[in-house]
T-cell receptor, first 108, second 115 residues
Framework: DAKTTQPPSMDCAEGRAANLPCNHS???????VYWYRQIHSQGPQYIIH???NNETNEMASLIITEDRKSSTLILPHATLRDTAVYYC?????????FGAGTTVTVRA | EPEVTQTPSHQVTQMGQEVILRCVPI?????FYWYRQILGQKVEFLVS????????KSEIFDDRFSVERPDGSNFTLKIRSTKLEDSAMYFC?????????????FGQGTRLTVV
């Protein structure tokens, strides 16, 4: 029942922006895009979510394309502590369906 | 910052025994969940709970599994007759409301090892 497609892995240099893509071409009008991350088997951590407008908080920015078929999570200044698996999840209720996510490795 | 707490952090049990995993959700949250993650695999939904009832459960949540909110603060997952394949990280989560506009707060998990 995967609704999103993410690259399996990516590297990022410390201090640089990390841009994580996600495709959700079958998203429907009332479904939200959520991003969570999981650092080394700890509990998943909420990052950000959005419906159609771009969103920003203290952790990240979320850019959603106008047709809503894809989005990009931006970590503006990646640190070593941002090394984690990042999950893009499309939901229309409360239940989270985690895929394999993108393993992001931030390198010094 | 409020957080979801889970105890114990690691539980080892013999196959066939019963285990209880405990969670203290964030105090003003109304919806509670259990997820599990087998080593190296995806995080999987087990069950959601609201107003002292199960709202939804997955196929994994068979009749060996049960949940309870015994005292208004704790939220427990009980597994009877444990099997080797129950070995996993179990995550508790809570949300203030239902629906697609609320973020879930997860605990740090209980690692269950069935031997």
């Amino acid at each position: 029942d995967a609704k999103t497609t993410q690259p399996p892995s990516m590297d990022c240099a410390e201090g640089r922006a990390a841009n994580l893509p996600c495709n959700h071409s079958t998203i429907s009008g009332n479904e939200y895009v959520y991003w969570y991350r999981q650092i080394h088997s700890q509990g998943p951590q909420y990052i950000i979510h959005g419906l159609k407008n771009n969103e920003t908080n203290e952790m990240a920015s979320l850019i959603i394309t106008e047709d809503r078929k894809s989005s990009t999570l931006i970590l503006p200044h990646a640190t070593l502590r941002d090394t984690a698996v990042y999950y893009c999840i499309v939901i229309n209720d409360y239940k989270l369906s985690f895929g394999a996510g993108t393993t992001v490795t931030v390198r010094a | 910052e409020p957080e979801v707490t889970q105890t114990p952090s690691h539980q080892v049990t013999q196959m066939g025994q019963e285990v209880i995993l405990r969670c203290v959700p964030i105090s003003n949250h109304l919806y509670f969940y259990w997820y599990r993650q087998i080593l190296g695999q995806k995080v999987e939904f087990l069950v959601s709970f609201y107003n002292n009832e199960i709202s939804e459960k997955s196929e994994i949540f068979d009749d060996r599994f049960s949940v309870e909110r015994p005292d208004g603060s704790n939220f427990t997952l009980k597994i009877r007759s444990t099997k080797l394949e129950d070995s996993a990280m179990y995550f508790c989560a809570s949300t203030p409301g239902a629906g697609k506009r609320t973020e879930a707060f997860f605990g740090q998990g209980t690692r269950l090892t069935v031997v």
